[in-house]
T-cell receptor
Framework: TQLLEQSPQFLSIQEGENLTVYCNSS?????LQWYRQEPGEGPVLLVT?????EVKKLKRLTFQFGDARKDSSLHITAAQPGDTGLYLC????????????FGTGTRLKVLA | GAVVSQHPSWVICKSGTSVKIECRSL??????MFWYRQFPKQSLMLMAT?????????EQGVEKDKFLINHASLTLSTLTVTSAHPEDSSFYIC??????????FGAGTRLSVL
């Protein structure tokens, strides 16, 4: 059972456009992380959010954790070809195990 | 930053043989390591949680006897795919936990079983 559904599954946009990726669940998470993965490599952590309603910014990336800690979004402003990759959200259940379950993934391609 | 080394990065083996994959935290001690499996163009599926000095906790549907995990020290966990078959071919990734919810990932191991 996939607890974290990401949308869209695939996204191809032109350089300079904005985009938002969503990560949704019916379960509550104690914390949620966003990763970017390049082909043939391990995921690289972008951000961790732990408080409901929390917003974090990382240059052109804005991350938000839902008030109820069941969902999250990643917004990229003025996308660049270097943003191309697989974006994954991962949630730790509120059981305190710090075991992360990964979302279904969003494959982004930014065209020059 | 924290570095996790995974070895080998790519392995090809014959059906029926066993393959061992190592995951090392190079500059920190990790009491917990995680093993994931990733199919092409799909997300990561957690296989098991490995704690130093104790038996690994496997996720539902993961065969314990097929995927043997050993966490002998605070810096090393190994995953052994026993009697590998073509359906075991996949990308295997480990991560090491540091300070609660922070985990660092290895670069992954691509296993091809002929």
């Amino acid at each position: 059972t996939q607890l974290l559904e990401q949308s869209p599954q695939f996204l191809s946009i032109q350089e300079g456009e904005n985009l938002t990726v969503y990560c949704n669940s019916s379960s509550v998470f104690s914390s949620l992380q966003w990763y970017r993965q390049e082909p043939g490599e391990g995921p690289v952590l972008l951000v961790t959010v732990v408080t409901g309603g929390e917003v974090k910014k990382l240059k052109r990336l804005t991350f938000q954790f839902g008030d109820a800690r069941k969902d999250s979004s990643l917004h990229i402003t003025a996308a660049q070809p270097g943003d191309t990759g697989l974006y994954l959200c991962a949630g730790a259940r509120a059981s305190g195990t710090y075991k992360y379950i990964f979302g279904t993934g969003t494959r982004l391609k930014v065209l020059a | 930053g924290a570095v996790v080394s995974q070895h080998p990065s790519w392995v090809i083996c014959k059906s029926g043989t066993s393959v061992k994959i190592e995951c090392r935290s190079l500059d920190f001690q990790a009491t917990t390591m995680f093993w994931y499996r990733q199919f092409p163009k799909q997300s990561l599926m957690l296989m098991a949680t490995s704690n130093e000095g104790s038996k690994a906790t496997y996720e539902q549907g993961v065969e314990k006897d097929k995927f043997l995990i050993n966490h002998a020290s605070l810096t090393l966990s190994t995953l052994t795919v026993t009697s590998a078959h073509p359906e075991d071919s996949s990308f295997y990734i480990c991560s090491a936990g540091l300070a609660g919810w922070v985990q660092y990932f290895g670069a992954g191991t691509r296993l091809s079983v002929l």
